[in-house]
């Protein structure tokens, strides 16, 4: 099976790890995730003026680009796939933006949210399935004890992202159920880190990054998992060291015995 | 110049948000983890710009303390969804006067080597033009 | 043909049916028509040939009510037609013995006269015994040939299949003759500016003569008093002008049919002015198909159609507007 | 020579009311004084079922600009499931009309609530201003049937 | 020919402010048929009523056109006054100049000019009018109550009390209904079940009433007066005539891990149980998914145990059916379902809880015992924090639009009852609007708060999170203060929106009776006829129709009664006689119009007709004038036009098309 692969522009560098570990965890689960050519940053946020079209044009190129390939497209960070996949819902159902989104792209055929957008987890879930992936587990992550941190983007707004219940989502509990570790489930897995806002308030973000680290080790977790280079570069900065954070596909290749090749090679 | 009523029609357009459907029960403000450092709060956005009263707003410190977390976006039982609103009032600002809340010059003060992109993308979209 | 002759003999002799539903040669080598015969030596006109085309399940309603059983020949695709009058209580299955006929399509004459033959004395290569591959012509001006295929109706380039729905035996061999996109012609108007769209109509539909050959011959057209002939609607006919009343005769006509009919393909064969009217019941297929999901009137014995159905879920009528 | 009076034109619109939904809702917008143009004129019909293409045929022919038909929502069908078959058979119609090169806006079916007054109201505005828009009905009226 | 009287309803300014009646007068006499013509005030009244009278009298009138307000509100006034001159009723249109005109239009001239278009194709309807006779249909002697609440319970005492028998049908084992679920009532603070016990026994005792219990009603047929009804006894598994309901079987039954539905999951019950201790009728019903016996085939110890032999295993399904001459929908109302509102951790954590479930805990019979403790520790909470409008008034299709009217209230109940109980619980509100409507609900409130000490605080409720000490924090709003709230509870309980009972929308198509969107069924007035469904027969009683107390319930069930009384008191109906017809020389007899017919109304027969001298035998429809409802599907199914609706007919509507496109 074969995805385009949109990583956006810090898993190009500082989050290279989210990446690799990705990548050689789906050729060992069977699908291959194919880069998109000349992809351009989705912008990190999404804007939600209903009348900006330029900064929703860098997501259409890259879902054109796998439409036009008949695949579905694949993402792995948080913000990127918040922003791929509404300006999507918007390229489907909003007219206006379509119609002026179409006018500056002049592609062949126009792009009218045809194609699917899916989070790395998804596709664990939907298409390879927890229960499989359990069976590929050859280095099961026992005693673990892992809290899932989901933070905003991924779940919400609940209805466009679709992704899980945004107040008590288990998709990230059941993979590491499936890598046989045990989830931590605390309530402070879906607020916000502080988001890009810890580049100019850094207190607030700290204050936000504490409150999810205490209430993650108050609830038995002895690390974080996440699939946000920004929430891992929060959690990171602003967590007294106690509660060691790392992107889900670390953990993933760990349990799937392809960590130590890599860190062999 | 534009009239307040100008600029409050703008904030509707841009947001796409109908204010008279809030009907003042506060879940905003109850979700926002950025409460504490608003000066006008969540819920106060909806009657500012009923009241079309929008220069309050756009020197608002609450404008840059919003996460864009969509918490209150999801809560919000009257589809008036706050957040959409600030952002709209955010937008006015960059927009309007080419007013920002970041300067390029302070970057470098504010960067770590472990800065990922995605903070720089993000704080620009949202602060600048 | 004599195989079906010899069969449709034995079955009167023996008592089984008191008459056979067939066709008999015309005046021309062309133009066989429909005839009951009852008698041995009635067999002397019976043809059936590639221009047999006509479609003998409506005459079984008056059939139905003779005394005795009728043997009536159905060609595949009147077996649809046959089921639809069975559902809608017209035809009595127990007054017929159905032998299903063979057919390798079926010839439309203007055709072979468009290629410029004219002044047919004879046609071979049109019996069902035939392959069916070239048509041999002797006209006054010599012997002149063409291909099977480029004189057939329409409808059997656009044919429902060989199978026949209902039938008590069958006799001769059928050919899948489909070759074409039923519904292209149909999607061709679909695409017209509305501007081009009425023109199209308008031209065709001047033509019409209101001489009520298509309602006359349609399996489907079968009240005992048309509303158009009656005081219900005060919509008695009038003479032709360039107007209206045609259009809603037409489009009434297709409406009152919509989901029984059976595409058969009678209407447009009869027009006399060569009006194509299968364009309005085909139209109708083509949206309930793509609205209500696949459907094929006289395929099957259920009771509703779709215009007695519906689904909570049902597209709204704004979605006209909407795909343009 | 006469001069030829330049009147605005008025589209003559007729809307078939089912009578437990819409017709009860043209009531509402009538006593919640909610205006719309008095181009429309409302026949009573027990249910949008009742509605035979005929009807509308028949109003076009005879010089309507526009014909709406409005009922009940679906599932609220006072008879159960007559606008379920309305709905279907106004559908096949309206896509043969525009088939034949009518313009599309000029028949609707719209589903109003006996308690949808400002949506009756708000309906029929929108009808008036799409029929002025396409103008005289000049495709299907039957130039005899004009007086 | 007709001969037709047009008569012009001013309607004081209503209709002659705006339309210059006058003209239509004038134009009115034009028009073929009409042979007088005249305005006044108000033809409602009795001298209106008296002019046309008079008119028929001495004009000789075959016809009336009265243009005044919309049919819906006079068209039987006028029918009646033409009947009582001797005319037939069904020869009254009305032209609806009010309403559909002089309300809407401004300008006199255009408003005169559409009323006189109006008028026009009334006249040409009635010249196409024919005399009907309604027929006459009879009406059975016995109602049936769907549901056995306390709205169910009350209707049915009064029609029973009336002198008519009533039978309720039941989904539960026992009635009773929510009622019987709660504690106490406000705004009184009597014990529920003290008031409620008594009138189930009433209700059980009582001659005329018949209750099924575990029952549903699995068809209806028929219409007003006599509707015909298959109710599903199911199969109980326990003889009713011979139980004695000593409870033994529940005692010995190993089977007791199925969850209480009485006590809203909180706690367990045997397989073979009843739902509460005063159930009536005291009867047990054996859960056939939880029973051993049925699941493996070992264990029969109920059998043994039971000494009058009551426990029949193989009950199989019972269908009764019945004939009723009126049906009143008592359903009642569920809470929502939580699952889509988890920012209030109702999953996540045991002591958040709904209102109803600590309505249970609260009461002397729940899981508790009456104790108010936390269900995951078993302590005594210290601090509750109560969230009111969990699901209502919402704009998106999380909850519901409505306000559920009775939180506000049972909320102040819940606060003013723990406070009184355990004083050193603090309790604390958030809510949106405190809405206490009704006689003594704003000083039951006021007394909450000054006498109980309940803190209320204007504001919604974010989030609640659970603490990983057993706390839970719940980050509120205060808007007053404008401050955000951070407090520390021990029970969080949530005011969930209630919406109708699972199941009513079957019921209601079963019945023909409309529904809204929000499964609340329909009255046939919102004021006028509040407690009748648009249906004929039909009566509506509870929450089935609209969110309500237990005074407003009892109320509406005393109304629903006096309605479905005043039909059963009736020895015929007469019916509408504006239904369909065949025409036998027109019909093809093809079934199509069967297949579109909602009411089975249409049936075929082979019948000899004479077309113009032929005589032949041919399938024709036949409609039961009864049965039809005068819809109209089959005439347009009906392609030869043989279909044709009395009253609507295909030429009557195109008259009028005609007329108005003239």
């Known amino acids: 099976m074969k995805y385009s692969y949109y990583p956006g522009c810090t898993l190009k560098n500082k989050a290279q790890d989210l990446d690799h570990y990705a990548r050689i965890s789906a050729e060992a689960l069977g699908f291959e995730l194919e880069e998109i050519s000349e992809w351009q940053c989705c912008g990190g946020v999404y804007p939600l003026g209903t009348d900006e079209i330029a900064t929703k044009l860098s997501s259409v190129r890259a879902l054109n680009d796998a439409k036009e390939k008949g695949q579905d497209l694949v993402t792995l960070c948080s913000a990127c796939h918040h922003v791929i996949k509404r300006v999507n819902d918007d390229m489907k159902n909003v007219d206006d933006i379509r119609t002026r989104a179409n006018n500056y792209m002049a592609l062949d055929e126009p792009y009218a949210g045809e194609t699917k957008v899916l989070h790395y987890l998804e596709v664990l879930r939907d298409v390879i399935g927890f229960d499989e992936l359990k069976k590929k587990v050859t280095n099961p992550l026992k005693g673990k004890k892992i809290g899932a941190y989901y933070g905003c983007l991924l779940l919400r707004p609940g209805k466009l992202m679709a992704f899980d219940d945004p107040e008590n989502p288990k998709i990230m509990e059941d993979f590491i159920r499936a890598l046989g570790a045990e989830p931590v489930i605390y309530p402070y897995r879906n607020e916000c880190c502080g988001g890009y806002i810890s580049l100019k308030e850094e207190d607030m973000s700290k204050e936000m990054c504490r409150k999810i680290e205490k209430s993650a080790s108050g609830f038995g977790a002895d690390m974080l998992i996440t699939a946000c280079p920004l929430c891992m570069y929060n959690l990171n900065k602003n967590n007294g060291d106690n509660l060691p954070v790392y992107y889900f596909t670390e953990l993933l290749a760990e349990a799937l015995g392809l960590k130590e090749e890599v860190e062999e090679q | 110049m534009k009239t307040e009523k100008n600029r409050a029609e703008m904030i509707k357009e841009i947001s796409g948000v109908n204010p008279l459907k809030c009907m003042k029960c506060g879940k905003c403000s109850a979700s926002c983890p950025s409460y504490n450092e608003m000066d006008i709060k969540p819920h106060q956005f909806v009657s500012y710009v009923i009241n079309e009263d929008i220069e309050s707003l756009v020197n608002s410190k609450s404008l840059w303390k919003c996460l864009s977390c969509f918490a209150c976006v999801e809560r919000c039982p009257r589809d008036v969804k706050p957040g959409k609103l600030i952002d709209a009032a955010r937008q006015i600002v960059v927009r309007e006067r080419g007013n920002t809340y970041l300067d390029p010059d302070e970057i470098p003060e504010l960067i770590d080597p472990d800065t990922p992109q995605q903070l720089l993308v993000s704080a620009f979209r949202r602060y600048r033009r | 043909m004599q195989e079906l002759i010899n069969r449709a003999k034995e079955l009167l002799a023996d008592g089984t049916v008191a008459r056979v539903l067939g066709w008999k040669a015309g005046d021309l080598p062309y ?287 704004g979605i006209v507007a909407e795909r343009g | 020579m006469s001069i030829e009076k330049n009147e605005e034109f008025r589209p003559k619109i007729v809307a078939f ?92 079916v719209e589903w109003v609530s006996a308690a949808e007054g400002a949506k009756f109201s708000q309906t029929m505005h929108e009808f008036v201003d799409k029929i002025t828009s396409l103008g005289k009905n000049v495709r299907l009226e039957d130039l005899r049937c004009r007086n | ?517 929000n499964n609340f069924l329909t009255e046939a007035h919102a004021k006028l006829r509040p407690v009748e469904s648009p249906t004929a027969g039909i009566f509506l009683s509870g929450v089935c129709q609209g969110p309500k107390d237990i005074p407003e319930t009892v109320s509406q069930a005393g109304a629903a009664a006096v309605k479905a009384i005043g039909l059963l008191a009736k020895d015929k109906l007469l019916t509408n006689p504006c239904t369909a017809h065949s025409d036998e020389l027109l019909c093809n007899g093809c079934s199509q119009c069967a297949n579109v017919c909602p009411y089975g109304a249409i049936t075929y027969e082979d019948k000899e007709v004479n077309d113009h001298g032929i005589r032949e035998t041919r399938r024709i429809a036949v409609v039961n004038d009864a049965l039809c409802q005068g819809c109209g599907a089959c005439t347009v199914t009906c392609p030869s036009g043989a279909m044709d609706l009395q009253g609507f007919s295909n030429r009557q509507i195109l008259a009028e098309v005609d007329a108005i496109c003239r």
């Open chain 5, 1 to 517: 020919m007709q001969r037709i009287g047009v008569f012009v309803c001013h309607c004081g300014t209503n209709i002659a402010g705006t339309v210059d009646v006058k003209k239509v007068v004038e134009m009115a006499a034009h028009e073929p048929g009409v042979v007088h013509a005249e305005d006044y005030a108000y033809m409602c009244s009795e001298a209106g009523q008296e002019k046309i009278h008079k008119a028929i009298k001495e004009k000789k009138l075959t016809g009336l056109v009265v243009c005044s307000c919309s049919p819906r509100m006079h068209e039987t006034t006028f029918r009646n006054a033409a009947e009582k001159a001797g005319l037939n009723p069904y020869m009254v249109e009305i032209a609806n100049i009010r309403e559909h005109c002089s309300w809407i239009h401004k300008d006199m001239e255009e408003a005169t000019e559409k009323a006189v278009i109006l008028m026009r194709a009334a006249v040409a309807k009635v010249n196409l009018d024919a005399p009907l006779k309604p027929g006459e249909s009879k009406v059975t002697k016995r109602a049936l109550v769907i549901g056995g609440g306390i709205a169910g319970i009350q209707t049915a005492l009064d029609i029973a009390e009336a002198g008519y028998p009533v039978d309720i049908v039941e989904k539960t084992p026992s009635i009773g209904g929510r009622m019987s679920q709660l504690d106490k009532t406000f705004p009184t603070l009597d014990c529920s079940s003290c008031i409620l016990t008594p009138k189930m026994g009433e209700v059980n005792a009582h001659p005329l009433i018949n209750i099924y219990t575990y029952s549903e009603v699995e068809s209806v047929a028929g219409f007003v007066g006599d509707f015909t009804v298959e109710i599903r006894k199911k199969a109980r598994s326990v003889d009713m005539n011979k139980c004695t309901g000593c409870g033994l079987c529940q005692e010995k039954c190993p089977s007791k891990k199925s969850l209480s539905e009485f006590n809203r999951g909180l706690s367990t019950r045997s397989a073979i149980y009843t739902p509460f201790a005063q159930a009536v009728p005291n009867v047990p019903v054996i859960d056939r998914d939880a029973c051993i016996k049925f699941k493996t085939g070992k264990c029969g110890i109920c059998s043994k145990v039971c000494q009058a032999g009551a426990i029949d295993y193989d009950q199989k399904d019972e269908i009764i059916t019945e004939k009723y001459g009126a049906i009143v929908v008592a359903t009642g109302f569920d809470m929502i379902k939580l699952d889509r509102y988890d920012e209030y951790a109702y999953s996540q954590s045991k002591d958040v809880i709904t209102s109803l479930e600590l309505e249970r805990i609260m009461n002397a019979a729940g899981p508790t015992g009456g104790h108010l403790e936390r269900l995951s520790d078993g302590k005594a909470p210290k601090e509750i924090v109560f969230i009111q409008c969990v699901g209502s008034r919402c704009a998106d299709d999380r909850g519901k639009s409505y306000c559920s009217k009775i939180c506000c209230m049972y909320t102040a109940k819940h606060a003013m009852l723990i406070r009184d109980k355990y004083p050193d619980t603090n309790v604390t509100v958030f809510y949106i609007d405190v809405r206490t409507p009704g006689k003594n609900f704003d000083e039951f409130y006021r007394r909450a708060v000054e006498d109980y000490g309940v803190n209320y605080i204007k504001g919604q409720v974010g989030k609640v999170i659970p603490q990983p000490n057993g706390k839970l924090l719940v980050q509120g709003a205060d808007l007053i203060d404008s401050k955000q709230i951070l407090k520390e509870a021990d029970m969080v309980v949530l005011a969930a929106a209630i919406e109708p009972n699972e199941g009513v929308r079957k019921i209601a198509t079963m019945l023909t009776a409309s529904i809204d969107t």
């Open chain 3, 31 to 317: 133009n066989p028509e429909p005839a009951y015969f009852e008698k041995e030596e009635d067999f002397a006109d019976f043809v059936y040939n590639g221009f047999c085309g006509a479609n003998l399940s409506k005459y079984m309603i008056e059939a139905s009510k003779l005394e005795g059983k009728t043997l009536v020949c159905l060609k595949p695709c009147d077996t649809y037609s046959f089921q639809e009058l069975m559902k809608e209580h017209r035809v009595d299955r127990d007054k017929a013995y159905i032998i299903g006929v063979g057919c390798k399509g079926k010839l439309d004459i203007e055709k072979i006269k468009a290629m410029g033959i004219k002044g047919i004395k004879s046609i071979s290569g049109a019996e069902i015994d035939d392959e069916a591959e070239t048509l041999t012509i002797d006209t006054i001006y010599g012997e002149k040939s063409c291909a099977y295929k480029d004189a057939m109706l329409e409808r059997c380039h656009v044919c429902k299949g060989k199978d026949h729905m209902i039938f008590d035996e069958i006799i001769g061999e059928s050919k899948e003759t489909k070759d074409a996109d039923r519904f292209a012609e149909v999607e061709k108007i679909e695409a017209m500016s509305p501007e081009e769209k009425f023109a199209f109509f308008q031209k065709e539909l001047s033509k019409c003569i209101r001489c009520n050959a298509c309602r006359n011959v349609c399996p489907a057209c079968s009240c005992r008093k048309c509303v158009f002939d009656s005081n219900k609607f005060d919509s008695a006919q009038k003479a032709n002008v360039d107007s209206f009343e045609e259009k809603m005769f037409h489009i009434i006509r297709a409406f009152h049919v919509a989901g029984r009919c059976t595409d058969c393909g009678e209407c447009s064969r009869v027009c006399p002015q060569g009006i194509p009217l299968h364009l309005f019941n085909r139209k109708f297929i083509k949206d309930i198909n793509e609205l209500y999901g696949e459907y094929q009137a006289g395929a099957d014995l259920e009771p509703r159609t779709p215009l007695t159905d519906y689904r909570f879920e049902d597209a709204e009528p």
């Open chain 4, 17 to 108: 009311c089912c009578n437990w939904c819409s017709y009860a809702g043209a009531d509402l917008a009538g006593s919640s004084r909610m205006s719309y143009s008095a181009d429309v004129k409302i026949i009573r019909v027990p249910c949008s079922c009742r509605v035979n293409p005929m009807f509308i045929l028949r109003a076009f022919e005879r010089g309507a600009d526009g014909v709406i038909m409005c009922g009940c929502h679906p599932g609220d069908c006072h008879y159960t499931s007559g606008n379920f078959y309305a709905r279907r058979r106004m559908t096949l119609l309206f896509s043969m009309l525009d088939y034949i090169g009518v313009e599309n806006g000029r028949t609707r």
